[in-house]
């Protein structure tokens, strides 16, 4: 086997690495962007403004992290 047909090989233990890292990193940075905003909220009182940009808002991040995350592995 050539060396162009093991980098064309899918390694099922690096998927699930992947697919672990993105979940972890999403939902991290969800659950950041909730926390923040609801420290705001308590501050200024204004429950629940602030706790759903800070949702969105992570939400956000997570998405463009996950794709810079997985440009690599699509070839883009």
Do not use: C, H, Y
């Not at 699930?16 to 999403?26: H, T």
Request: hydrophobic share 55%.
């Amino acid at each position: 086997m050539d060396n162009n047909n093991k980098k064309k090989q899918i390694n099922p233990w690096r998927a699930f690495g992947l697919v672990g890292v993105i979940g972890i990193e999403l939902a991290a940075l969800l659950l950041i962007g909730i926390w923040v905003g609801m420290q705001i909220d308590q501050a200024l009182q204004t429950s629940p403004l602030f706790l759903i940009v800070g949702m969105l808002l992570g939400f956000m991040i997570g998405i463009w992290s996950v794709v810079k995350l997985i440009k690599p592995f699509i070839g883009d």
